[in-house]
């Protein structure tokens, strides 16, 4: 089914689950994407950039996710990651998109709240979800970085008025995480992100997810992270995989030559993390 976020993660929090958001870099890999969720029994949400959605076409994404959730009988959400202007938001609602970030985290506080509620007043009215951000992640994305002395955790006490105000379906925190962060993992807070689920209703979010110990995963979940954003790892992968295609090839082969390889290297790991992300290994503290 071509869903919403707000429909997935509650599932995931009734059986104790987070679900992967992978972020689709172009359209070659989103099918393999979907696929590997297919085999895995799972739902999945394919996110853009913004960039990225007006360079394949929100049309076109919306095309693929909608035809291969009915075609392969799997819950698949489209997603716009870390969109900070209303109007981008707004295209992505009205082209089809089933969610929506608006990334007020480097706003006052005040202004990222008034912001965030606008944007959740238009996406609710057209059923689509929304997911906010508290608190600043390190790091970069789409060419935006954030120095580590210019982090900001996510306060508990602001994240209670902030879900209050705002009325969001999903709240990015900041816990330690960093964008693009590959090469090394992160120490992420575990007791602040426990202090944050005690007082917030809503499902959590983890950014920077290619940075995050795999071992980290399952307290992860236990402790209300329900949405498991991860980009990096997946680029890596295809580019890698690319290079070694692309490079070893001739001139006049067909594309799908080099192509099938790596979308096969994303699909891998994609199946991968959601194994670990279903918590299989885990214990499904609220099923009955």
């Known amino acids: 089914m071509y869903t919403t976020l707000k429909e ?30 297919k085999e895995e029994g799972a739902p999945i949400i394919i996110q853009t950039s913004v960039d990225t959605a007006k360079y394949i076409g929100h ?26 202007d209303f109007d981008d938001i707004k295209e992505a609602i009205d082209k089809g998109y089933t969610s929506v970030m608006f990334d007020g985290s ?19 009215k057209h059923g689509v979800s929304v997911e906010g951000e508290l608190g600043t992640i390190g790091g970069t994305e789409e060419g ?12 508990p006490k602001d994240a209670v ?19 693009g962060q590959y090469k090394s ?14 007082v917030v209703d809503v499902p959590l979010v983890i950014h920077g997810g290619t940075g995050v110990k795999e071992k980290d995963i399952h307290e992860l979940i236990d402790n209300g992270i329900r949405k498991f954003n991860v980009g990096t790892e997946l680029l890596v992968a295809w580019t890698k995989t690319a290079k070694e295609t692309f490079a070893e090839t001739k001139e006049n082969k067909s594309l799908r030559h080099n192509i099938i390889p790596c979308n096969k290297a994303v699909k891998e790991i994609v199946k991968h993390k959601i194994e670990i992300f279903m918590n299989k290994s885990g214990h499904l503290n609220k099923v009955i």
């Open 161 to 179: 008025e902030f879900v209050r105000a705002t009325r969001v379906d999903a709240l990015a925190i900041a816990i330690g995480t960093n964008h």
């Open 106 to 124: 480097h706003l006052p506080f005040k202004e990222n709240i008034m912001k965030t509620c606008a944007v959740v007043e238009y996406a609710h």
């Open 59 to 84: 049309e076109n994404l919306v095309a693929v996710c909608k035809s291969m959730a009915t075609k392969e009988m799997v819950d698949v959400v489209l997603h716009l990651d870390h969109a900070r």
């Open 185 to 198: 993992k992160t120490e992420v807070n575990i007791p602040l992100l426990k202090e944050i689920k005690a």
């Open 144 to 155: 935006i970085h954030v120095d580590d002395d210019k982090k900001v955790y996510t306060n």
């Open 8 to 37: 997935v993660t509650r599932k995931a929090e009734e059986l104790n689950y987070t679900v992967g958001a992978f972020n689709a870099h172009n359209l070659e890999m989103l099918p393999d994407m979907i696929r590997a969720a």
